[in-house]
């Protein structure tokens, strides 16, 4: 299924997704499993912060979004604005 980016132009950021070309696996791994290849490809990825921004403001639960684990983006969403 093809997702039509200009009627979501707040998901304009994935067109560049470096994980729109390696496919979801990394980024969603089972449970336990490492989530280290995801977070390497997400340190090439040009987009991490407007994905992170997303993930966050969505409150996305699971998987690696902008580079963070969902531990670390739970964490970081306890952290107060004002110590970030
Ligand atoms: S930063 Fe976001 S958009 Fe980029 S590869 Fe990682 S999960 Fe995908």
């Known amino acids: ?7 979501q132009p707040e998901l304009a ?3 560049q997704a470096l994980c729109a070309q390696t496919g979801a696996d990394f980024f ?3 449970p ?5 290849e995801a977070k390497y490809i997400c340190r090439m990825c040009a987009m991490r912060p407007a ?3 997303y993930a966050l403001a969505n409150d996305e639960r699971f ?3 902008g580079g963070l684990s969902e531990k670390e983006r739970y964490a970081l969403r306890r952290v107060p604005d004002s110590a970030r």
């Open 51 to 53: 994905c992170l921004e």
């Open 28 to 30: 969603f791994p089972e």
């Open 13 to 15: 950021w994935q067109e």
């Open 63 to 65: 998987g690696v979004w």
């Open 1 to 7: 299924m093809q997702i039509d980016m200009t009627a």
């Open 32 to 36: 336990g499993s490492s989530v280290r």
